[in-house]
């Protein structure tokens, strides 16, 4: 599907250069001479190259549409991850760059998605949020108010994040696994 220059959006997959880019960043410009135009930061879901294109109003580009897909974690060979189609039971190896941070939030058994293009999975999305144990969290400072003070902790996965003075070591929380932030206590 082609789209003009000043509608593309962060998120949007384009076809670029032969290659599959998704936006990150786009910002609309108007200088005082010239048309306006669209500053637009992609990455490439390919081999993960950044770069910073200029669209006019009158340039149109093709959005790509993604076939999503349900995956189940298996287990981590090596430098890969074992994932497993839900439907067929056909399982696939993926390297594990192609999660980048994330990667340290799967559990054994997760269900993810991918997204595949020409049948092929160009990137991974793990659930917005997931539950971890605290292994290790400082003391609390006497005399902290509660507000808006939070400590540092570590999770059972190795992630660092900032919890509540009220979280000890050995509490399930709930964690946003994008924003590596706390959420709440796991119910």
Do not use: C
């Amino acid at each position: 599907m082609k789209i003009s220059g000043v509608d593309i959006r962060p998120g949007n997959i384009l076809e670029y250069e032969g290659g599959i880019w998704k936006v990150a960043k786009i910002q609309h410009t108007q200088p005082g001479k010239g048309g306006a135009y669209m500053q637009v930061e992609m990455k490439n879901l390919q081999d993960g190259r950044k770069t910073n294109v200029r669209f006019r109003s009158a340039d149109t580009i093709e959005r790509v549409r993604l076939d999503q897909k349900e995956f189940q974690y298996l287990y981590t060979d090596g430098d890969a991850l074992v994932f497993m189609d839900k439907d067929s039971y056909e399982q696939i190896n993926l390297p594990a760059d192609l999660l980048g941070d994330a990667a340290a939030f799967l559990q054994d058994g997760m269900d993810v998605t991918l997204e595949l293009w020409d049948e092929k999975p160009i990137s991974v999305a793990l659930p917005e949020q997931v539950e971890a144990t605290i292994v290790e969290a400082d003391a609390v400072v006497k005399g902290q108010t509660a507000s808006s003070s939070y400590k540092p902790a570590v999770l059972d996965n190795g992630v660092r994040v900032m919890v509540p003075p009220h979280i000890e070591s050995g509490t399930r929380i709930v964690v946003d696994v994008y924003e590596r932030t706390y959420v709440g206590k796991a119910g």
